[in-house]
């Protein structure tokens, strides 16, 4: 994974959590996650409720708490890049977004998440990065990162396209509607199917809070798609 730090990854950290996710395997249920998510990587077959009580006690334990950003960092990129089945990846999410390290959690994280989303590259990480951890950094940095996303919305990438509409998702009144704005408009006119959707998402988040607003937007943009059109307006 481009970006990579410098500094040494725990790998007694990795090494507890496969051993923690291993103990809930399901072939089984593997096989039809895999199916679901069309994913190449295959699963182990965990619920989401399972993946986190098994990943708690571990991420809890002082013994594998970890003191540096830097060995942070290198131990989530460790987890994500060598990871052989998904639920590597969602444990390097939960890695990322654990309490005890929200202190790290801020606009220098943005290049770590990036890598992370482009590498991903579908829905089911990059829903959750953008939703949570970029939220996150947003909302207590908004000066910092408002801009980081503007970029985001041109880059080539559609990944980080979307991920840059979706950052507001569940952010309420505290929603910066100029930055909405300035991360829809440039992709209303792609053909994806992953950027119309994100844009009705982020509307219809939206629309929770200010219906009216929603409205009078997606009046004055004709030319949005049918989809985001009617995911925009699916509750009002």
């Known amino acids: 994974m481009p970006g990579e730090p410098a500094a040494t990854p725990r790998t007694d950290v990795i090494a507890a959590v496969r051993a923690a996710l291993l103990q809930h395997v399901d072939p089984e249920r593997a096989v039809g996650q895999q199916r679901y998510m ?32 830097e060995q942070w960092e290198a131990t989530v990129r460790a987890l994500w890049s060598e990871a052989t089945h998904r639920e590597h990846w969602y444990a390097a999410i939960a890695l990322l977004g654990h ?25 089911d990480v990059v829903d959750t990065l953008a ?10 940095r908004p ?32 929603t910066d509607v100029d930055l909405l704005v300035d991360v829809i408009e440039p992709n209303i006119e792609h053909p994806d199917f992953f950027s119309r959707k994100a844009i009705g998402w982020a509307l219809r988040d939206y629309a929770r809070t ?27």
């Open 99 to 123: 309490r005890t390290y929200r202190p790290w959690r801020d606009p220098a994280t943005l290049a770590l998440l990036s890598d992370l989303i482009r590498d991903g590259a579908w829905w």
């Open 143 to 174: 000066d910092e990162v408002a801009p980081v996303l503007r970029a985001w919305a041109h880059d080539e990438n559609l990944w980080i396209r979307r991920a840059a509409m979706l950052a507001q998702v569940g952010a309420k009144d505290r």
């Open 210 to 236: 200010d219906p009216e607003w929603v409205r009078r937007f997606v009046a004055a943009h004709p030319e949005l798609s049918g989809l985001s059109r009617r995911e925009a307006l699916k509750h009002l």
């Open 38 to 69: 069309k994913s190449e990587m295959p699963y182990l077959g965990l619920t989401s409720p399972v993946l986190r009580q098994a990943l708690r006690p571990v991420l809890a334990d002082p013994a594998y708490r970890i003191a540096e950003r």
């Open 131 to 140: 939703t949570h951890n970029v939220r996150e950094i947003l909302l207590g």
